[in-house]
T-cell receptor
Framework: GQQVMQIPQYQHVQEGEDFTTYCNSS?????IQWYKQRPGGHPVFLIQLVKSGEVKKQKRLTFQFGEAKKNSSLHITATQTTDVGTYFC?????????????FGQGTILTVHP | KAGVTQTPRYLIKTRGQQVTLSCSPI?????VSWYQQTPGQGLQFLFE???????NKGNFPGRFSGRQFSNSRSEMNVSTLELGDSALYLCASRMGAGLEQYFGAGTRLSVL
């Protein structure tokens, strides 16, 4: 079945440093979604990328979808303590009409003030 | 607009018992998916329901089942609980195909 790998598993940064997490799928994705889960919380949708090579920005967050639609990245510029949490990428499995998402293992981001 | 509501938030059960978890999706959302989250396995898909029909099922044993009602509310049931079933069970709803999913706060199940 479809596999989604995410690296690194953990990332510790000082406040103000940049952060990047990478996501790779074993299959071509119709789209890729990113979620953030705060400690003790639930996944919260951040963004969806659909087009090959697409780049989207949300304030300090930059999301990219690879040309082959098999990889993606999330980059945070100048991290803040509010960025703490686990960042997941997820790809739909079985076509876009289905609600089955295959999640990466997530990157746990710790920001030291 | 109310979010996805899951009840109960916490459950403690013993091995061999069964449990039923409930999920009320966002109003207007007809698709409900269930996920199990554990530290070791991460987020794993259980099943999805759309218009009262199960459309997809993950790789879980038959002890895990679910259903959806005509008002889109969904329940999942786990029978003959095992210690390994201890996890956070998350329900997510979405408006339509290809769109993002909105997660509830989850039900944390502990099996003793």
């Amino acid at each position: 079945g479809q596999q989604v790998m995410q690296i690194p598993q953990y990332q510790h940064v000082q406040e103000g440093e940049d952060f990047t997490t990478y996501c790779n799928s074993s299959t071509t994705l119709s789209n890729i979604q990113w979620y953030k889960q705060r400690p003790g919380g639930h996944p919260v949708f951040l963004i969806q990328l659909v087009k090959s090579g697409e780049v989207k920005k949300q304030k300090r967050l930059t999301f990219q979808f690879g040309e082959a639609k098999k990889n993606s990245s999330l980059h945070i510029t100048a991290t803040q303590t509010t960025d703490v949490g686990t960042y997941f990428c997820a790809g739909p499995d079985g076509g876009t009409s289905y609600g089955k998402l295959t999640f990466g293992q997530g990157t746990i981001l710790t920001v030291h003030p | 607009k109310a979010g996805v509501t899951q009840t109960p938030r916490y459950l403690i059960k013993t091995r061999g018992q069964q449990v039923t978890l409930s999920c009320s999706p966002i109003s207007g959302h007809r698709s409900v998916s269930w996920y199990q989250q554990t530290p070791g396995q991460g987020l794993q898909f259980l099943f999805e329901y759309f218009s009262e029909t199960q459309r997809n099922k993950g790789n879980f044993p038959g002890r895990f089942s679910g259903r959806q009602f005509s008002n889109s509310r969904s329940e999942m049931n786990v029978s003959t609980l095992e210690l390994g079933d201890s996890a956070l069970y998350l329900c997510a709803s979405r408006m339509g195909a290809g769109l993002e999913q909105y997660f509830g706060a989850g039900t944390r199940l502990s099996v003793l």
